[in-house]
Nanobody, 125 residues
Framework: VQLQASGGGLVQPGGSLRLSCAASGSPLEDYTIGWFRQAPGKEREWVSCIVSYLGSTYFAESVKGRITISRDNARNTVALQMYSLSPEDTGVYYC???????????????????WGQGTLVTVSS
């Protein structure tokens, strides 16, 4: 599956942003989709994921309560809606897909097969 992340941009602290991960080649419903981010000078960290079929969702503690993840099967996209953004949320956001990853392991970036190219989110006044 080929992935393309989009929706990044410049947003003020406290603002909201909606990222989208679009897929081509296969139905996203068949895949567990994870969102990861990498801030400048830092290692990549897991943000959230939605598991294939049943759609169970998981969130990193750092974003819990501020982020939702959802899948639109008709559009073959997964959205990451972010609220109450702070400068610490700045980074390049990537979506990733894997067909066999279950919920408890969906935070493991090394287990994903396919990655999108990333979209930059900058939170600054």
């Amino acid at each position: 599956v080929q992935l393309q992340a989009s929706g990044g941009g410049l947003v003020q602290p406290g603002g909201s942003l909606r990222l989208s991960c679009a897929a081509s080649g296969s139905p996203l419903e068949d895949y567990t989709i994870g969102w990861f981010r990498q801030a400048p000078g830092k290692e990549r960290e897991w943000v959230s994921c939605i598991v294939s079929y049943l759609g169970s969702t998981y969130f990193a503690e750092s974003v819990k309560g501020r982020i939702t993840i959802s899948r639109d099967n008709a559009r073959n996209t997964v959205a990451l809606q972010m609220y109450s953004l702070s400068p610490e949320d700045t980074g390049v956001y990537y979506c990733a897909a894997d067909k066999y990853l279950n919920g408890p392991l969906c935070g493991r970036g090394d287990l994903y097969d396919s990655w999108g190219q990333g979209t930059l989110v900058t939170v600054s006044s």
